[in-house]
């Protein structure tokens, strides 16, 4: 056996994995490709969604300052 075809079948053996992984998706095809974005939601929907939220009471903003952070 030569060089080549010796190497061949090392790089076979170790990267085989690799080869049969892929052709498993290849064949198996991916549908998540061909997805489309979700359809929103209504303006009455969404506002019924909003209203669904539970939102806490306002809090006190005693020493926040915003020139604490960068912009």
């Known amino acids: 056996m030569d060089r080549a075809t010796e190497g061949l079948l090392w790089w076979s053996r170790r990267h085989g994995w690799a080869a049969v992984v892929a052709a498993g998706i290849a064949l198996a095809g991916c549908d998540s490709v061909y997805l489309t974005a979700p ?7 969404a506002a019924e969604q909003l209203d669904a939220l539970a939102v806490e009471t306002n809090h006190s903003m005693r020493g926040y300052s915003r020139d604490r952070f960068d912009h």
Do not use: D, F, G, N
């Open 39 to 45: 359809v929103p939601p209504s303006a009455a929907e």
